[in-house]
Nanobody, 129 residues
Framework: QVQLVESGGGLVQPGGSLRLSCTASSGTLDSYAVGWFRQAPTKARERVACISASAATTHYVGSVKGRFAISRSSDKKTVFLEMSNLAPEDTAIYFC??????????????????????WGQGTQVTISS
Protein backbone atom coordinates (compact mmCIF):
# COMPACT_ATOMS: atom_id res chain seq x y z
CA GLN A 1 0.00 0.00 0.00
CA VAL A 2 1.43 3.35 -1.01
CA GLN A 3 2.26 5.86 1.74
CA LEU A 4 1.26 9.46 1.08
CA VAL A 5 2.87 12.63 2.37
CA GLU A 6 1.28 16.05 1.95
CA SER A 7 3.27 19.26 1.96
CA GLY A 8 3.03 22.88 0.91
CA GLY A 9 0.59 24.25 3.43
CA GLY A 10 1.10 27.52 5.25
CA LEU A 11 -0.26 30.91 6.15
CA VAL A 12 -1.19 33.26 3.33
CA GLN A 13 -3.25 36.39 3.00
CA PRO A 14 -6.65 36.43 1.30
CA GLY A 15 -6.21 36.45 -2.44
CA GLY A 16 -2.94 34.58 -2.21
CA SER A 17 -1.87 31.25 -3.66
CA LEU A 18 -0.43 27.96 -2.46
CA ARG A 19 0.60 24.74 -4.10
CA LEU A 20 0.04 21.56 -2.14
CA SER A 21 1.83 18.32 -2.95
CA CYS A 22 0.80 14.76 -2.26
CA THR A 23 3.79 12.49 -2.76
CA ALA A 24 3.95 8.73 -2.74
CA SER A 25 6.85 7.60 -0.56
CA SER A 26 6.99 4.39 -2.53
CA GLY A 27 5.33 3.38 -5.76
CA THR A 28 3.33 5.64 -8.02
CA LEU A 29 -0.07 7.31 -8.03
CA ASP A 30 -1.51 5.79 -11.18
CA SER A 31 -3.25 2.72 -9.79
CA TYR A 32 -6.31 4.51 -8.41
CA ALA A 33 -7.78 7.98 -8.53
CA VAL A 34 -6.39 10.50 -6.06
CA GLY A 35 -8.54 12.92 -4.16
CA TRP A 36 -7.98 16.00 -2.04
CA PHE A 37 -10.19 16.55 0.98
CA ARG A 38 -10.16 19.24 3.64
CA GLN A 39 -11.41 19.59 7.17
CA ALA A 40 -11.97 22.90 8.91
CA PRO A 41 -12.29 23.17 12.69
CA THR A 42 -15.63 21.85 13.96
CA LYS A 43 -16.64 20.80 10.44
CA ALA A 44 -16.84 17.47 8.67
CA ARG A 45 -14.21 16.47 6.15
CA GLU A 46 -15.27 17.54 2.65
CA ARG A 47 -14.22 16.74 -0.88
CA VAL A 48 -12.20 19.32 -2.79
CA ALA A 49 -10.90 17.85 -6.05
CA CYS A 50 -9.87 14.59 -7.64
CA ILE A 51 -7.87 13.25 -10.55
CA SER A 52 -8.44 9.92 -12.25
CA ALA A 53 -5.86 7.14 -12.28
CA SER A 54 -4.92 7.99 -15.85
CA ALA A 55 -4.82 11.71 -14.99
CA ALA A 56 -7.09 12.31 -17.97
CA THR A 57 -10.05 13.47 -15.87
CA THR A 58 -10.39 15.90 -13.01
CA HIS A 59 -13.28 17.08 -10.91
CA TYR A 60 -13.76 20.04 -8.59
CA VAL A 61 -16.42 20.83 -6.07
CA GLY A 62 -18.31 24.03 -6.72
CA SER A 63 -16.68 26.18 -4.05
CA VAL A 64 -13.19 25.73 -5.54
CA LYS A 65 -13.99 25.47 -9.24
CA GLY A 66 -12.03 28.05 -11.21
CA ARG A 67 -9.65 28.69 -8.30
CA PHE A 68 -8.02 25.30 -7.72
CA ALA A 69 -6.26 23.01 -10.20
CA ILE A 70 -5.26 19.40 -9.63
CA SER A 71 -2.53 17.72 -11.66
CA ARG A 72 -0.01 14.89 -11.51
CA SER A 73 3.72 14.92 -12.06
CA SER A 74 5.18 13.21 -15.10
CA ASP A 75 6.87 10.58 -12.91
CA LYS A 76 3.41 9.79 -11.43
CA LYS A 77 4.72 10.11 -7.87
CA THR A 78 3.12 13.43 -6.91
CA VAL A 79 -0.31 14.97 -7.23
CA PHE A 80 -0.48 18.73 -6.92
CA LEU A 81 -3.27 21.04 -5.84
CA GLU A 82 -2.68 24.56 -7.08
CA MET A 83 -4.83 26.97 -5.10
CA SER A 84 -5.32 30.60 -6.04
CA ASN A 85 -7.52 33.50 -4.95
CA LEU A 86 -7.65 31.92 -1.51
CA ALA A 87 -10.25 33.04 1.00
CA PRO A 88 -10.56 32.62 4.77
CA GLU A 89 -13.15 29.88 4.23
CA ASP A 90 -10.46 27.79 2.55
CA THR A 91 -8.72 27.49 5.92
CA ALA A 92 -8.51 23.81 6.80
CA ILE A 93 -6.27 20.79 7.05
CA TYR A 94 -5.90 19.37 3.56
CA PHE A 95 -5.56 15.61 3.06
CA CYS A 96 -4.93 13.47 0.01
CA UNK A 97 -6.12 9.91 -0.46
CA UNK A 98 -5.82 7.16 -3.01
CA UNK A 99 -8.24 4.27 -2.87
CA UNK A 100 -9.98 1.94 -5.34
CA UNK A 101 -13.20 3.19 -3.76
CA UNK A 102 -12.59 6.68 -5.08
CA UNK A 103 -14.51 7.42 -8.28
CA UNK A 104 -13.41 10.44 -10.25
CA UNK A 105 -15.01 11.47 -13.53
CA UNK A 106 -15.83 14.82 -15.03
CA UNK A 107 -19.20 14.78 -13.35
CA UNK A 108 -18.63 12.59 -10.32
CA UNK A 109 -16.40 12.62 -7.26
CA UNK A 110 -17.56 9.82 -5.01
CA UNK A 111 -15.72 8.04 -2.26
CA UNK A 112 -16.41 4.81 -0.44
CA UNK A 113 -13.49 3.89 1.75
CA UNK A 114 -12.00 0.43 1.26
CA UNK A 115 -9.35 -1.56 3.12
CA UNK A 116 -6.84 -0.42 0.50
CA UNK A 117 -7.16 3.28 1.31
CA UNK A 118 -4.02 5.35 1.80
CA TRP A 119 -4.38 8.75 3.47
CA GLY A 120 -1.71 11.29 4.15
CA GLN A 121 -1.27 13.02 7.51
CA GLY A 122 -2.58 16.36 6.25
CA THR A 123 -1.12 19.82 5.77
CA GLN A 124 -2.49 22.96 7.39
CA VAL A 125 -3.66 25.82 5.19
CA THR A 126 -4.52 29.08 6.92
CA ILE A 127 -5.86 32.11 5.10
CA SER A 128 -5.75 35.23 7.21
CA SER A 129 -4.73 38.85 6.99
Amino acid sequence: QVQLVESGGGLVQPGGSLRLSCTASSGTLDSYAVGWFRQAPTKARERVACISASAATTHYVGSVKGRFAISRSSDKKTVFLEMSNLAPEDTAIYFCVTDPGLMCTAGVFQYSRTQFASWGQGTQVTISS
